[in-house]
């Protein structure tokens, strides 16, 4: 039987608590801390809690480490893994760090021990010394994928609806209609105002060159830039 955080009792309906029947000796260590020690009650409270979870962890310890010794002296190798697993937890809850020389408080509570774990058997503390668990309402892969689908959905949706800056056909940059220029016959034509002014100028330049000049005149150059196509061959 696994013992988890979540499914202990509560002491003030906040404070876990191994069994029912530690809610005295909870309530007598917040009395001491509160009228003798002079502590705000929900202070005194946090206190004697603290030291009652330090106090449950110790006892989880005590517990693996005598099943880890019953274990290996019954061969049983498979339990003492486990108890060897849990009673390194409870000494890392414990801020203790050396596995082969327990604290004070773990060698005194094994001197103790309450029953045949020569078997794997969990103790109650271990709920103190357990990673919280994960979050019940997590969501789902599927959740994430469909909430990333949707996202782009509306993003794509709010891209369409946005109004699309008309484009110069001959440079590419933003055109305008009021300084723009709209090709007779074919509106999807548009020629931005820099491109207008700079066609105009160079038509200008080409129409007012006299006849007989001895510059190419405009039609001129315009029929000889006109190429046969393939199909005039």
Request: net charge neutral; proline share 9%.
């Amino acid at each position: 039987m696994a013992y988890l955080l979540s499914r202990l009792p509560s002491w003030k309906g906040k404070y876990p608590a191994s069994d029912t029947t530690h809610f005295d000796d909870l309530q007598m260590r917040s009395d001491i801390y509160e009228h003798m020690h002079r502590l705000p009650r929900h202070d005194a409270e946090a206190r004697a809690h603290a030291d009652y979870r330090k106090e449950q962890v110790s006892k989880a310890a005590a517990h693996h480490w005598n099943g880890m010794k019953a274990a290996h002296a019954a061969g049983n190798e498979e339990s003492a893994k486990k108890h060897g697993m849990m009673y390194g937890l409870a000494l890392h809850q414990l801020g203790h760090k050396d596995l082969l020389n327990p604290p004070p408080e773990v060698v005194e509570a094994a001197k103790d021990p309450k029953s045949e774990i020569a078997h794997f058997k969990a103790h109650p503390g271990d709920a103190f010394s357990l990673p919280p668990p994960e979050p019940d309402e997590q969501p789902t892969r599927t959740g994430n994928e469909k909430q990333v689908k949707d996202r782009a959905a509306a993003s794509k949706m709010a891209k369409a609806e946005e109004p699309q800056s008309e484009k110069c056909s001959a440079c590419g940059g933003p055109f305008h209609p009021e300084t723009g220029h709209y090709t007779s016959g074919h509106d999807d034509v548009r020629v931005c105002g820099p491109c207008t002014h700079h066609f105009v100028d160079w038509l200008k330049t080409h129409t007012r060159r006299p006849y007989g000049s001895k510059e190419t005149p405009f039609y001129e150059a315009a029929k000889t830039s006109i190429k046969p196509g393939d199909g005039d061959k």
